[in-house]
């Protein structure tokens, strides 16, 4: 029961672009939606966060947009660096956070 | 600022073996968690506390127990090992405010052979 889909596993933009990740949930009870950020060998590091009575959070090159009709969210990073380079995870909560698969993005220079 | 520590690192049991993976954050946080992330897949939650002495199942719990008897620590005990456990373990925590997001630990790979 996969409640949190990245169906994109991975995204390759070149520098100084937008990048955009995508996100899709089934859980209306989902009341908070965080953006995950995770190099090799580390873990998971919080990126951004948006609660569902929200439909836009803002933080430096980090926006997070959330559509609650479509429950979908994404995540624009702008502009994209190298050192965006890592895999992205979207994650939702409600009593538990749950995580999608991830999205690999790679910044080309 | 340590964090959440988690040792060790790496890890090859064999099938039927036990471990224990350590946990420890120094936020005084009161939540804490435990994930698998296999590969290709999302993290998956095994089991959370949210405060010395109470725990609770997650999606993944079969095979793993879990103690909080203090704030800090967050041990996971892996009971007669299944290649099927062979995973990375992630242990995270955080504050009530949801907002903030967990912190993670760096991991611990276990390969069961």
């Known amino acids: 029961d996969q409640q949190v889909k990245q169906n994109s596993p991975s995204l390759s933009v070149q520098e100084g672009r937008i990048s955009i990740l995508n996100c899709d949930y089934t859980?209306?009870?989902?009341?908070?939606f965080l953006w995950y950020k995770k190099y090799p060998a580390e873990g998971p590091t919080f990126l951004i966060s948006?609660?569902?009575?929200?439909d836009k959070n803002e933080d430096g090159r980090f926006t997070v947009f959330l559509n609650k009709s479509a429950k979908h969210l994404s995540l624009h990073i702008v502009p994209s660096q190298p050192g965006d380079s890592a895999v992205y995870f979207c994650?939702?909560?409600?009593?538990?956070?749950?995580f999608g698969a991830g999205t690999r993005l790679t910044v080309k220079p | 600022n340590a964090g959440v520590t988690q040792t060790p690192k790496f890890r090859i049991l064999k099938i039927g073996q036990s471990m224990t993976l350590q946990c420890a954050q120094d936020?005084?946080?009161?939540?804490m968690y435990w994930y698998r992330q296999d590969p290709g897949m999302g993290l998956k939650l095994i089991y959370y506390?949210?405060?010395?002495?109470?725990?609770d199942k997650g999606e993944v719990p079969n095979g793993y127990n879990v103690s909080r008897s203090t704030t800090e620590d967050f041990p996971l005990r892996l009971e007669l090992a299944a290649p099927s456990q062979t995973s990375v373990y992630f242990c995270?925590?955080?504050?009530?405010?949801?907002?903030?997001?967990?912190?993670f630990g760096s991991g611990t790979r276990l390969t069961v052979v």
């Open positions: 995270a925590s955080s504050q009530i405010d949801r907002r903030y997001g967990y912190t």
């Open positions: 859980n209306s009870m989902f009341d908070y």
């Open positions: 948006i609660s569902s009575i929200k």
């Open positions: 994650a939702a909560s409600a009593q538990d956070m749950r």
């Open positions: 936020m005084n946080h009161n939540y």
């Open positions: 506390s949210v405060g010395a002495g109470i725990t």
